[in-house]
């Protein structure tokens, strides 16, 4: 938990980093691309709710579960997708980046539900009659209970199934979106298994075990969950390239990628492993991602590497809720890196903070986006900044306590109401400029 003091040591240090650099270039110059894409990013089952095919739901609801609280209702963005779109305007932004649930669209292996494709359909057009760019990825953590039943991931006819999806999804959506992912954070096992205390493996492995148990499966997968990483991995790999080819198959002009999470690592002392962890987190990634059209780039926070780990966070730096380090460079040093390494053009699909004190937010989004600027200046091209998230949502295990949102929703009523951090980045998207 952020106290007093943390908050405001961390609040000046941003602020007086983001100053420097305002100080140092004149308006002109601290100007965004032409046509940059300014949004804000939602997922479907942290907002829509009653995602109730879905491995997810199931996961929520088993006991034992890691879980802190079902998603029930989410934001109910399911019918209250218009509101968002509404929010969206509201804070002059030209994007918006969010999923087709799978489980939706074909409940049952094979079969396509046109209602649903319809639905996505709508909202896709909308955005398009409001001049707001769709990015749409095609999954986001949440697979079909029959999928998370036969494996998941770990099933060697994971790629062809997804494969299928994203065909018949794209058919029937691909000529409205302006830019398609894949998948979100293939790497997020990987990640998540390392830095996982020991402790909550088992836990996890329990409530997949109870998952099973209710649906007869011995091989009951969760779309996001730690186990089985690297073959995961390979699976989703092949995945990825499946899904690309399906989508191009259908629209070969979409530009199409996926969203990659990358910290900002840096190396800390002699003998610092930083470079070893970066090939075991996103090297097979990047390497496919050179085959790509663009490679998203999602991040959230700085990793000091030692020779033996991560070092603590130094003191007075801005902590998230896992008492990681943030900081306002940390998102053009991580976009710098993926481009870097795969020669593709970099789409941000994600990155916030969550707190509940709004004050953070509206430090940080200008101090991360001047950095951001500088980089594309250096030569980083970058297509866009979409926000994490449009409003609070659902945040996995952590349920609703976690604040990500440039907008809070009621959780009785679902009423949005925008914070004062969506005038920041209204400011500036209008602007295009920091």
Not at 164 to 169: D, K, P, S
Not at 274 to 288: I, K
Not at 368 to 376: G, T
Not at 424 to 429: E, M, N
Request: with cysteine.
């Amino acid at each position: 938990m952020l106290n007093r003091r943390t908050l405001l040591s961390a609040s000046a240090a941003i602020a007086s980093t983001s100053l420097a650099g305002s100080q140092s270039s004149s308006a002109a110059s601290r100007r965004f691309p032409r046509g940059f894409l300014w949004g804000a990013s939602t997922a479907g089952h942290q907002v829509e709710g009653n995602d109730t095919n879905s491995d997810t739901w199931l996961l929520e609801n088993v006991t034992p579960t890691t879980y802190s609280e079902p998603v029930i209702d989410g934001c109910n963005s399911f019918e209250l997708w218009r509101k968002d779109l509404d929010l969206v305007k509201k804070i002059g932004l030209n994007c918006y980046r969010f999923s087709i649930e799978w489980s939706r669209i074909e409940p049952e292996p094979g079969r396509f539900s046109i209602a649903m494709l319809d639905y996505y359909k709508g909202i896709i057009d909308e955005c398009r009659a409001r001049g707001i760019a769709p990015v749409i990825t095609f999954n986001h953590f949440a697979v079909p209970l029959w999928f998370a039943v036969a494996g998941s991931w770990i099933n060697p006819q994971a790629p062809s199934l997804f494969a299928r999806f994203c065909e018949r999804a794209a058919r029937h959506l691909g000529a409205g979106i302006a830019y398609a992912l894949t998948l979100n954070e293939p790497n997020g096992a990987k990640l998540g298994a390392y830095f996982a205390p020991p402790a909550a493996l088992a836990p996890e492995q329990a409530m997949m075990d109870a998952a099973g148990r209710r649906c007869g499966s011995e091989n009951f997968g969760g779309g996001a969950t730690f186990a089985h990483v690297a073959q995961k991995q390979d699976i989703m790999l092949s995945a990825h390239r499946a899904g690309f080819d399906a989508i191009k198959s259908v629209r070969p002009d979409l530009p199409v990628g996926f969203a990659l999470a990358i910290a900002d690592d840096q190396k800390d002392g002699p003998n610092s492993i930083r470079d070893a962890r970066r090939q075991d987190f996103y090297g097979a990634w990047l390497e496919t991602a050179k085959l790509d059209d663009f490679i998203a780039v999602q991040n959230y926070i700085t990793l000091r590497w030692t020779a033996t780990g991560v070092a603590p966070p130094p003191p007075g730096a801005l902590l998230n809720p896992e008492g990681q380090e943030v900081t306002p460079a940390s998102l053009a040093n991580a976009a710098s890196y993926a481009h870097a390494m795969c020669g593709k053009p970099v789409l941000v699909t994600e990155h916030g903070l969550g707190t509940p004190d709004d004050r953070l937010r509206c430090t940080l989004i200008p101090a991360a986006l001047a950095e951001l600027q500088r980089a594309i200046v250096s030569g980083v091209p970058v297509i866009g900044y979409c926000h994490w998230s449009l409003m609070d949502n659902f945040e996995w295990g952590q349920g609703y306590k976690t604040k990500f949102g440039l907008a809070s929703v009621d959780r009785l009523t679902f009423e949005r109401r925008l914070k004062p951090s969506a005038a920041v980045l209204r400011s500036i998207a209008l602007q295009n400029a920091v």
